[in-house]
Nanobody
């Protein structure tokens, strides 16, 4: 099993930045690609970004927050980050990190689908005020 715990959410003003963190535990040795999604009430999870197991490759949604987010990871700390810039009120929602927990290529065909991921955190709330 794996545990993912998001943190860093909170209240910011329109145009400001925020960095989310996701610390993973319960896995030893092997690391996998991880992703960030967000989900608003009444809607499904939206893909935001993904990163390969070693951080060498990244992929971002074409439409959700492209050019306004940077995903990174620090495997020594078992942590994945989502740096968000120029936040808007429409970005207000719960953000989740997820562990692919399998060896798959980091491509849009696989990484953008929430059902590909095995483990999920409980989410962290991001609220952007006008």
């Amino acid at each position: 099993q794996a545990l993912l715990v998001e943190s860093g959410g909170g209240l910011v003003q329109d145009g400001e930045s925020l960095r989310l963190s996701c610390e993973a535990s319960g896995r030893t040795g092997t690391t996998y690609a991880m992703g960030w999604f967000r989900q608003a009430p009444g809607k499904g999870r939206e893909f935001v970004a993904a990163i390969s197991w070693n951080g060498a490759e990244t992929y971002y949604s074409d439409s959700i927050m492209k050019c306004r987010v940077t995903i990174s990871r620090d495997n020594a700390e078992n942590t994945v980050y989502l740096q968000m810039f120029s936040l808007k009120t429409k970005d207000t929602t719960v953000y989740y990190c997820a562990d692919l927990s399998q060896s798959l290529p980091l491509t849009p065909a696989t990484m953008t689908h929430d059902y590909k991921y095995v483990y999920w955190g409980r989410g962290t709330q991001v609220t952007v005020s006008s």
